[in-house]
């Protein structure tokens, strides 16, 4: 029997922390959008279209950079406080890589770490 690749991502515009569902020690990895505070302010200042068009490239860049590890598994929960799942699960629905991976979304709150490995432990354990 083999074991799916189960994953969690706690996400929002700025960050994904990464869990990979394990019945040992978890472990998150954070990825870190480009597109910082910083930046919108300084993109702002030249401009709101420059800063729009700055915004979506880093996005997209930031989207496709967590598609490339979600390829790597059969079954994902993304979860946060904003849109920002909705917004990659579009990107994701659209490209036929992601067909066969199950991926569903749920609503969060901002949580610690402790929280999100407790979400991801009990949304894949199955219940009797």
């Known amino acids: 029997m083999t074991t799916e690749k189960k994953i969690g991502i706690w996400m929002d515009h700025s ?3 990464m869990t990979e569902f394990s019945t040992g020690q978890q472990e998150t990895q954070t990825i870190l959008s480009k597109f910082t505070h910083q930046d919108k302010v300084q993109s ?3 401009g709101e279209s420059l800063m729009h068009h700055k915004e979506q490239h880093e996005q997209a860049e930031y989207y496709k950079l967590l598609g490339n590890i979600i390829k790597n598994y059969e079954d ?3 979860f946060g406080p904003t849109n920002a799942k909705v917004e990659l699960m579009n990107v994701l629905k659209e490209d036929q ?3 066969k991976i199950k ?3 749920r609503q ?3 949580m610690t770490e402790h929280q999100q490995h407790v979400f991801i432990n009990e949304y894949f354990t199955p219940t009797a």
């Open 15 to 17: 960050s994904a922390h």
């Open 76 to 78: 994902v929960i993304l």
């Open 103 to 105: 991926i569903e979304i």
């Open 108 to 110: 969060t709150d901002k």
């Open 97 to 99: 890589h992601f067909a």
């Open 44 to 46: 702002l200042s030249k």
